[in-house]
């Protein structure tokens, strides 16, 4: 896979030390962007759905239906999508392609940005799922396919 991204001009990863081990493969020449890191969970960082289920339930499906809901100390959808069309928006004054190394919610927030619909909880991003989004005055989505040795 990462032969298929050699020609980036720019490889970009989020703070987080997996984000980071996956740039690596990459290459050695990541730069860390902090508009890349996962959504900030609050008080509910590494704490179980299961869990959150029996302490918060309300405070879990106010998160889950709405969008300004934010977990205790946490991020709302609506911030991670403010962030993320900032990025976005700052790709746009520099040319050329950019491999981005980053979280399922961040995919998400750009897949929402780039389909400019509130779309957000009816994307499943797996992990290491490829995207590729193209600018030419306006923003594309391009679901790649992979290449399969012995394919026809």
């Given amino acids: 896979m990462a032969a298929r ?3 980036a001009r ?4 989020g703070p987080e030390l ?3 081990q996956t740039a690596a493969w990459f290459g050695a020449d990541a730069r860390v962007d902090e508009a890349l890191r996962d959504c900030d969970w609050g008080n ?3 704490r179980s759905i299961k869990d959150l289920q029996t302490t918060q339930a309300q405070a879990l499906q106010a ?3 709405d969008p300004h809901a934010a977990p205790p ?3 709302s959808v609506t911030d991670l999508a403010t962030r993320v069309a900032a990025w976005l928006q700052s790709l746009q004054t520099t040319p050329g392609h950019v491999v981005a190394i980053t979280h399922p919610y961040i995919v998400r927030a750009v897949l929402m940005q780039v389909m400019q619909g509130a779309a957000f909880n009816a ?3 797996e992990p290491l799922s490829v995207i590729e ?5 306006i923003w594309r989505l391009r679901l790649p396919g992979i290449d399969i040795e012995g394919a026809c």
């Fill in 133 to 137: 989004l193209r600018f030419n005055g």
């Fill in 123 to 125: 994307i499943d991003v």
């Fill in 44 to 46: 509910w960082h590494g």
């Fill in 73 to 75: 100390g946490g991020e």
């Fill in 10 to 13: 720019r490889l970009l990863c």
């Fill in 63 to 65: 998160w889950l239906t």
């Fill in 5 to 7: 991204f050699n020609a």
């Fill in 18 to 20: 997996r984000t980071r």
